[in-house]
DNA sequence: GAGCACTGC
């Protein structure tokens, strides 16, 4: 500890603090910024007069850094130093340093905005600019301008425009502490390769050919290439002249990896044996693996975007940023002096990167975000002017308030209503929230709390699709049961009811191809919900899983009813001569139920003429993902909300579109995104199906 | 008939 950086700048901080409300200070890899400054400040006495509070993005940072901070004040975890994650609050009334998800710091100010029993918040990481974090920085701003406040805020981060959120705090003081990074050489490429995973193949050849001992680390932008490379690096080495260098292993490093193999790289080499670590940008931040000396950077990463105008989101590989770049860099230089071979010219790093990644909040749908900003009840606060560090869009603001109002969240002038009140209370998108309150009224909560669920976790349900597991997951699945045709919502509840009979058995999941973290998790938030739900009630619901298979077997109508008002907003219709799709409610996109899909056509091969989906993400096409076959009898009431809305009165009676801006998220890195021009009147359709029905025919 | 980076309440 006494080495750390900061240390030596104890005095000057503490002063800076005593004299400004906020403080950013900025602190490279290594300063110790998160396990001191909350220790510097208690031994001040800032724990006397309230809590220092710390928030981090991630979860696994909040508890490991509570145990480091417990660890050297020397008291046992969850007495004088805590922390709070979802599901787990190790804190107790003697708690004066609480590390927190800055999520769990946002639920915590809606249970009280004043966030009065905190004497410091400090707000971690900053720089990367996670959602919540935004979000926080909002708050906070509003926090220290009342009157008699004395609340502490600092900012701390890696590599953030100090100047810029200085400026955002009224030019609050900027510090800077040194980290304790050891120098890494940059090395640039002449020109960016034809195809970077060749090039990076041909660079950690060379590495260890050539270099002396010290792991490689490879940044590339998905699973795919991962597992390309991987195999391509195995058998290269294999070739290689026994003797003529080391051994290497190959080790790939991805979110989609169950758990046990991303451990793997904490294990270290053995003797004589270098590590090529290839990864997605999970280890720029997530994981840090200890003894990598040279990274090899493609320069690219995929990221997920809205589209407010289409409500499509798609996920594209672009280039990373400065700070993204930096940040791989400086993954080589954590054990002693390092390399970083950059796959592009030191010119593309300059004049094509944008500085900063472009942050979360103008890259999401924001109607979770703006339905909790309503149920703040800031004083005289219009939502499109809410005081963000970097503003989202008017046309994403517009977009969630649209979405809220088709779900009952807000009233025709945009204020909350009792049914958004109830919403915002529960940790869920708000489709699913508004679901479940429709399920509580159609006698069918227990159901959707299942789903709600189910939905939660849906990505960490099914195992890594690598190609051994693909087939024995392909001849497990006879067993789990298909939505009985009504779609992919139904088949979730039905995994889950099926799950609950054999008394939550694991191996069950092991037979049937789910995680069995993702199945416990399901459980635990399904809990939670059913928790929520009876606190709103005042009284006990029915939340009770069924137990008796017999229940099951209706045609879910209820159900799929309350569905169809939560998602009221993600409706599409079958188009007249395909099994295509048209959105409803955006600029109409036509799109495909994706093939994984389980919801079945009829005999004559036709899909329910309306679907709600739970996703719509443009990957190699635009793909509607997680189906559920819906009643026009409930969409027409929907269709004729749509055509009534006006999204003046919805932002408080003033257009906020500004003529002549250059729309949506126009500072993101360009990618050209295909929305297929449907016209827009139904003849037209028709016309137009027709056309390209008789167009395919032609083809052939 | 395709397959998605990473977080979080």
Redesign the pocket.
């Known amino acids: 500890m006494a080495n750390l950086p900061i240390v030596q700048f104890e005095e000057k901080i503490l002063e800076t603090v005593e004299q400004h409300p906020v403080v950013v200070l900025i602190g490279e890899t290594g300063s110790g910024k998160s396990t001191q400054l909350s220790q510097m400040l208690h031994r001040r006495g800032y724990t006397k007069s309230g809590i220092i509070g710390v928030t981090?993005?991630?979860?696994?940072?909040?508890v490991s850094v509570a145990r480091r901070v417990a660890q050297e004040l020397d008291v046992p975890l969850g007495e004088e130093v805590g922390y709070?994650?979802?599901?787990e609050d190790r804190t107790s009334e003697r708690t004066r340093i609480k590390y927190?998800?800055?999520?769990?710091m946002?639920?915590e100010s809606l249970a009280n905005p004043e966030l009065n029993e905190y004497s410091v918040i400090i707000l971690d990481e900053a720089h990367e600019r996670?959602?919540?974090t935004d979000i926080l920085l909002g708050l906070m701003k509003r926090l220290v301008k009342r009157p008699a406040s004395n609340l502490k805020v600092l900012i701390t981060s890696a590599t953030l425009d100090g100047d810029k959120v200085s400026k955002f705090f009224s030019n609050c003081p900027v510090m800077t502490v040194p980290g304790k990074l050891y120098p890494v050489e940059i090395l640039y490429s002449k020109e960016r390769p034809k195809s970077y995973l060749e090039t990076s193949l041909k660079t950690a050849l060379d590495i260890h050919i050539k270099e002396p001992e010290g792991d490689v680390l490879i940044f590339m932008?998905?699973?795919?290439d991962?597992e390309k490379l991987v195999s391509k690096l195995e058998e290269k080495i294999r070739s290689l002249e026994e003797g003529s260098c080391m051994d290497a292993i190959i080790l790939p490093?991805?979110?989609?990896?169950p758990p046990e193999m991303q451990v793997r790289v904490f294990s270290p080499p053995p003797p004589n044996c270098r590590r090529i670590i290839v990864a997605?940008?999970?280890a720029e931040?997530?994981?840090t693996v200890d003894g990598v000396v040279y990274v090899i950077d493609s320069g690219y990463?995929?990221?997920?975007q809205y589209n407010p105008s289409t409500g499509m989101y798609s996920?594209d590989v672009v280039q990373i940023s400065k700070v993204q770049a930096n940040q791989r860099a400086g993954r080589a230089g954590r054990t002693r002096p390092g390399k970083c071979y950059r796959l592009y010219p030191s010119t593309v790093y300059h004049d094509d990167f944008l500085d900063v990644t472009v942050p979360?909040i103008q890259r999401s749908s924001l109607a979770?975000t703006v339905l909790y900003l309503k149920s703040l009840d800031l004083a005289d606060i219009d939502i499109l002017k809410f005081d963000f560090l970097d503003s989202p869009s008017s046309e994403s603001l517009e977009d969630a308030l649209k979405q809220l109002y088709l779900i009952d969240a807000i009233d025709e002038n945009g204020l909350i209503t009792k049914v958004g009140r109830t919403m915002a209370e529960?940790?869920?998108?708000p489709s699913l929230s508004r679901t479940l309150m429709a399920a509580n009224e159609y006698g069918c909560l227990s159901q959707a709390l299942t789903v709600a669920a189910m939905l939660?976790a849906e990505?960490t349900l099914l195992p890594g699709?690598s190609k051994n597991t693909?087939k024995k997951?392909k001849h497990n699945h006879v067993d789990l049961p298909d939505g009985s045709g009504w779609g992919d919502h139904i088949q979730l509840l039905q995994i889950f009811e099926c799950w609950h009979r054999t008394n939550y058995d694991i191996d069950w999941c092991k037979d049937n191809g789910l995680q069995v973290r993702g199945m416990k998790f399901v459980k635990d938030v399904r809990k939670q919900l059913s928790q929520i739900m009876q606190k709103i009630a005042k009284g006990p619901l029915d939340v009770e899983t069924s137990r008796r298979w017999e229940e099951s077997q209706h045609n879910y109508l209820n159900l799929r009813k309350a569905l169809c008002t939560g998602y009221a907003n993600q409706l599409a219709e079958r188009m007249v001569y395909h099994n295509g799709y048209r959105t409803l409610g955006f600029k109409p996109q036509v799109v495909?139920v994706?093939?994984?899909s389980v919801l079945k056509p009829d005999d004559d091969g036709k899909l329910p003429e309306y679907v709600l989906y739970h996703?719509l993400?443009a990957?190699?096409?635009p793909?509607l993902?997680s189906v559920c076959s819906v009643d026009i009898k409930w969409v027409t009431p929907i269709i004729e909300k749509v055509n009534k809305l006006n999204v003046i009165k919805l932002s408080g009676g003033i257009n906020h579109i500004e003529e002549g801006t250059e729309g949506i998220n126009s500072n993101l890195p360009k990618k050209e995104v295909v929305v297929a021009g449907v016209p827009d009147k139904p003849d037209d359709r028709i016309q137009a199906a027709r056309e390209r029905f008789l167009a395919r025919k032609g083809k052939k």
């Open positions: 981090q993005p991630r979860r696994v940072a909040a709070a994650i979802r599901f927190l998800t800055d999520g769990v946002l639920r996670s959602l919540n932008t998905g699973q795919d991962i490093l991805h979110g989609s990896l997605t940008n999970i931040t997530s994981l990463v995929k990221q997920r996920l979360e979770g529960l940790p869920l998108e939660s990505t699709r693909e997951r495909q994706h093939p994984s996703e993400i990957t190699s096409r793909y993902r």
